[in-house]
Antibody
C-alpha cells in the first residue's frame, strides 16, 4: 500500500527558503517508471503542479516557478525533498506530495498535505 | 489562469445527473490522457478517473469520463449529497518541456 506524508515548517518569513520533505512507503523510487511530484493549493484556490522527479533522476518543473524550485530524491531514505526559495505571502498554500502512476501518467496517491504560511 | 478550462460551478438535485467539462488544446488534452480528481473540502484530492475513462478500483460506476478532441467530460449520475466537492481535471501539456496541468476546478453543489 502506497502512503506519502509531507513534513516541514508550517510558518516561514518572506524571503526565506523552505524545505519540504515527502516520506513515502509502498514503492521504491529506484524502480523503473516510478515518480513523485509536488502540488500546491492556496486557500480557496485551485491545484497547482510544481515539480516531478522520476526514478532515473529526470526532473520537471512548473515554468512559472522553475527558478525558485529544486526537487531531489533520497532513494535510501524513501524521501523526496522540495526546496522553494524566496518565499512570499502568495506562496501560502497547502503543499501536497503525490505519487504519479506509470512514468507520470496520473496521480494515484496523495499525501495529506502540509499548510505552509508565509508571514512576517 | 489555468491552461485547462472548467466551469466554476455546477449544481443538480440528488438523484440527477451532472456533467463537468474540461477544455484544453491539442498540446494537452488533444495529445494526452486526462484524469479527474475529487476533493472534498478539507481533504486531499482523490483519483476518480484516469486515462480518459477508466475508474480505479473502488470508484462507483456512477462516475464516468470521456474525451473528444481537445475536451474532456466527467459525468456523475445518481447524485448523492456526498458527491458535493470540488472536481479537477489534469493532464500533461507537451507544448515545450512537458509540464503537468490542472483545470481551475469545478464546485459541485447537490441541491
Amino acid at each position: 500500500q502506497v502512503t506519502l506524508k509531507e513534513s516541514g515548517p508550517t510558518l516561514v518569513k518572506p524571503t526565506e527558503t523552505v524545505t519540504l520533505t515527502c516520506s513515502f512507503s509502498g514503492f521504491s523510487l529506484s524502480t523503473n517508471t516510478e515518480s513523485v511530484g509536488w502540488i500546491r493549493q492556496p486557500p480557496g484556490k485551485a491545484l497547482e503542479w510544481l515539480a516531478l522527479i522520476y526514478w532515473d533522476d529526470d526532473k520537471r518543473y512548473s515554468p512559472s516557478l522553475k527558478s525558485r524550485l529544486i526537487i531531489t530524491k533520497d532513494t535510501s531514505k524513501n524521501q523526496v525533498v522540495l526546496t522553494v526559495t524566496s518565499m512570499d505571502p502568495v506562496d501560502t498554500a497547502t503543499y501536497y506530495c503525490a505519487h504519479f502512476y506509470g512514468s507520470g501518467s496520473f496521480v494515484d496517491y496523495w499525501g495529506q498535505g502540509i499548510l505552509v504560511t508565509v508571514s512576517s | 489562469q489555468s491552461v485547462l478550462t472548467q466551469p466554476p460551478s455546477v449544481s443538480a438535485a440528488p438523484g440527477q445527473k451532472v456533467t463537468i467539462s474540461c477544455s484544453g488544446s491539442f498540446s494537452n488534452i488533444g495529445k494526452n490522457y486526462v484524469s479527474w480528481y475529487q476533493q472534498i473540502p478539507g481533504t486531499a484530492p482523490k483519483l476518480l478517473i484516469h486515462d480518459n475513462n477508466k475508474r480505479p478500483s473502488g470508484i462507483p460506476d456512477r462516475f464516468s469520463g470521456s474525451k473528444s478532441g481537445t475536451s474532456a467530460t466527467l459525468g456523475i449520475t445518481g447524485l448523492q449529497t456526498g458527491d458535493e466537492a470540488d472536481y479537477y481535471c489534469g493532464t500533461w501539456d507537451s507544448s515545450l518541456n512537458p509540464v503537468w496541468v490542472f483545470g481551475g476546478g469545478t464546485k459541485l453543489t447537490v441541491l
